[in-house]
């Protein structure tokens, strides 16, 4: 560490696992993240930050992928796990908090971001499985966090911690933002337009795991994926499909049209495109015409113009398979998330700073290749005159991202607490 800001790493690195472990066993997948919230928030308060709620960190109108009913049950399933009411009231509905560290005397603003929610994957019953063979496992069906963000949760609560306790060293602002709905991508275009990271100076985001392995760390990764995430409701008219089948409109031959021919779409010359149908819900019985379809989606570029491709492709093909079969379309777009490029004086001084900050192996580039919101966090902050990174933090993994059997070395936080404590301790003095 730089002489600024002091830590004891063996208790630390115990209590990020403690954290680690106590939000793994409490998943909430994206908007449900209360309880999440909660304990975050009480930690934060304890440690002398000014939280910051709703409102003032996400732009209701930009939100994207929220089922209020789900929501309605996170709320009830959170106080039964122990949420502090006071800070549900403060929440009002909308899960996610900023912590802000004024020190009172002159430097840069910084902030970090971390994200919280966990994903829709039923996690492994197997006793192999670390998580259920030591007592930390999901205690809710068919949410788990087979991400990682309960590790960036921990990491983010063991940065408060040693910020806090060495308040009188530091200078400048420090915000630090628990995420909600990473997952999806669909909050971060809602912090970004809150405003809340317009007075950002320096911004920094990471991941853990990305097939890196431990002791790595990947400054500048490359090929952030544009996404749009999108749901296709294709309403028809039931009919008995013995007595009068010609009477009735089938949205599910809709759907299914759209999805053959969506999978079709030529890919573009110009570089990479994706695209995938991961859901489809339809029908009531076996003998009805069925009346209701609905297809969930996404689709991927290497940039906009790509992304923007093959989701304009996707609108033409529904709404023609809707006329062909004589049913009305609802699109809704449920996510999107855009390309980001670091800042080259944040990916040179993160690379200064990895071996000291515990990491054995310090690598400049890695393709990515997949998708992540925190890209309108980064275009937002770039857009004020602001600098911004996104690297990757190693981890061996028991299976990959999203599996049930997803599990993370933990002894690889503590390198991401230190880089991030070494990160703002270098800005402090010699601003990049």
């Known amino acids: 560490m730089t002489n600024t800001i002091t830590i004891d790493e063996n208790t630390l690195g115990q209590r990020l696992i403690n954290h680690r472990r106590e ?15 909660s304990r975050i928030a009480g930690l934060l308060q304890s440690l002398g ?31 039964s796990w122990g949420a502090d009411a006071s800070f549900m009231a403060q929440m009002d509905g909308i899960t996610g908090v900023g912590a802000v560290l004024e020190t009172g005397r002159p430097g840069p603003v910084i902030a970090l971001r971390f994200d919280i929610d966990a994903v829709e994957v039923r ?45 009188d ?26 405003g809340w990271l317009d007075d950002v100076d320096y911004f920094f985001a990471a991941h853990i795991g990305m ?21 296709l409701h294709f309403s028809g008219k039931a009919a008995h499909a013995g007595i009068e089948p010609n009477a009735g409109c089938n949205a599910l031959a809709a759907a299914c049209t759209a999805v053959t021919q969506m999978l079709a779409i030529p890919r573009h010359r110009d570089g990479m495109t994706r695209i995938n149908v991961g859901q489809f819900h339809a029908g009531d019985g076996r003998n009805v ?20 491709y093959m989701y304009q492709q996707v609108e033409q093909i529904a709404r023609a398979a809707a006329q062909m079969h004589g049913v ?14 670091n800042d080259p004086a944040l990916v040179a001084m993160l690379a200064k700073l990895g071996l000291s900050s515990g990491f054995s192996q310090v690598v400049l580039e890695k393709d990515f290749g997949a998708s992540e919101d925190a890209g309108y966090l980064v275009e937002r902050v770039q857009a004020n005159g602001g600098k911004a990174i996104y690297c990757l933090v190693g981890s061996d993994l028991a299976a990959g991202h999203h599996s049930g059997d997803f599990d993370i070395d933990e002894s690889r936080m503590l390198p991401a607490v230190k880089l991030f404590l070494n990160a703002i301790s270098e800005l402090q003095m010699h601003p990049a």
């Not at 197997?126 to 921990?154: K, N, W």
């Not at 609905?294 to 790509?306: A, H, P």
């Not at 009305?328 to 490029?341: M, N």
Request: proline share 3%; with cysteine.
């Open 211 to 231: 097939n890196v392995p431990s002791g790595t760390l990947v400054c500048d990764p490359q090929h952030f994926l544009c996404s749009s995430k999108f749901d």
């Open 23 to 37: 939000f793994h066993r409490y998943p909430e997948s994206a908007w449900c993240e209360f309880f999440t919230t």
């Open 289 to 308: 015409i069925p009346a209701k379809a609905v297809l969930m989606g996404e689709t991927r570029g290497e940039n906009r113009t790509l992304n923007s």
């Open 169 to 194: 060293a530091l200078c400048g602002t420090i915000k630090l933002l628990f995420q909600p709905a990473e997952e999806g991508c669909r909050a971060g275009k809602a912090v970004a337009q809150s």
């Open 49 to 79: 930050y000014a939280l910051h709620f709703s409102d003032a960190i996400i732009h209701r109108d930009a939100i994207m992928g929220r089922d209020e009913t789900e929501v309605a049950h996170a709320r009830e399933r959170a106080m």
């Open 328 to 341: 009305a379309l609802e699109i809704k777009t449920q996510g999107e998330a855009i390309g980001l490029e």
């Open 123 to 167: 996690e492994s019953q197997e006793d192999a499985h670390r998580p259920r063979f030591l007592g930390f496992a999901s205690l809710q069906a068919g949410v788990a966090h087979a991400c990682g963000h309960d590790a960036h949760t921990a990491i983010g609560l063991g940065v408060a911690e040693i910020l806090a306790a060495n308040r």
